[in-house]
């Protein structure tokens, strides 16, 4: 199973950008995809997630400013972020996690695309 993701790129302070991330492979189920992102300097952390069923949850420092979608049947999940700021700014990471259909359960990265917000 793969992750390819695609999107990001700058802005400025106040923009807005979408990412997306496409799963691929033997894929039997998807069941959480999520955000993530790690800043110079910084440990990776959580942006947004989404289960198959829609529940979404969001570090508060995104509230309000980010939403997280997924297309179940396109095995794709969105990020839009509206808002943005300079401490927006970071490599932006895609999870899956699920089931194959023959190899067991997986849990996956995409490759991390560059969002950079100018002040």
């Known amino acids: 199973v793969q992750l390819q993701a695609s999107g990001g790129g700058s802005v400025q302070s106040g923009g807005s950008l979408g990412l997306s991330c496409v799963a691929s492979g033997s894929i039997f189920s998807l069941n959480v995809m999520g955000w993530y992102r790690q800043a110079p300097g910084n440990q990776r952390e959580l942006v947004a997630t989404i289960t198959s069923g829609g529940i979404t949850t969001y570090a508060d420092s995104v509230k309000g400013r980010f939403t997280i979608s997924r297309n179940n049947a396109k095995n794709t999940v969105y990020l839009h972020m509206n808002s943005l700021k300079p401490d927006d700014t970071a490599v932006y990471f895609c999870?899956?996690?699920?089931?194959?259909?023959?190899?067991?359960?997986?849990?996956?990265w995409g490759q991390g695309t560059l969002v950079t917000v100018s002040s």
């Open positions: 999870n899956a996690d699920g089931d194959t259909w023959s190899e067991g359960k997986f849990d996956v």
